[in-house]
């Protein structure tokens, strides 16, 4: 099967960090743009960041710009996601997507791959 598993998310404090990984499985990554939404209970899914084929081209979403950062390791086929100062909003299920062709690094149509979601709580 051709597939996506994101990984890493946990548990952290406000101001904590973490590392979250999509690693592909059945097709090579490095073909494809990867990008990471999250989804909180309620609300709309809402890009993370975008990353290019070659990982020269990066775009963040509007509400963790600033905190989060990605990259690509495409020798192991794998995706991350750095996030620091977490808070409490950031609290949500991440996913990570891969599309052959995007325009728009968020326009969820254009991913033809999806990984089944990490969950990140942020909680004192």
């Known amino acids: 099967q051709l597939q996506l598993v994101e990984s890493g998310g946990a548990l952290v404090q406000p101001g904590g960090s973490l590392r979250l990984s999509c690693a592909a499985s059945?097709?090579?990554?490095?073909?494809?743009?990867v990008a990471w939404f999250r989804q909180a209970p309620g609300q709309e899914r809402e890009g993370v960041s975008c990353?290019?084929?070659?990982?020269?081209?990066?775009k963040f979403g509007d509400s963790m710009k600033g905190r989060v950062t990605t990259s690509r390791d495409n020798a192991k086929n794998t995706v991350y996601l750095q996030m620091n100062s977490l808070e409490v909003e950031d609290t949500a299920v991440y996913y990570c997507?891969?599309?052959?062709?995007?325009?728009?690094?968020?326009?969820?149509?254009?991913?033809?791959?999806w990984g089944q979601g990490t969950q990140v709580t942020v909680s004192s």
């Open positions: 997507a891969a599309a052959s062709n995007t325009e728009f690094c968020f326009q969820e149509r254009d991913y033809q791959y």
């Open positions: 059945g097709f090579n990554l490095d073909l494809y743009t």
């Open positions: 990353i290019s084929p070659n990982g020269r081209k990066i």
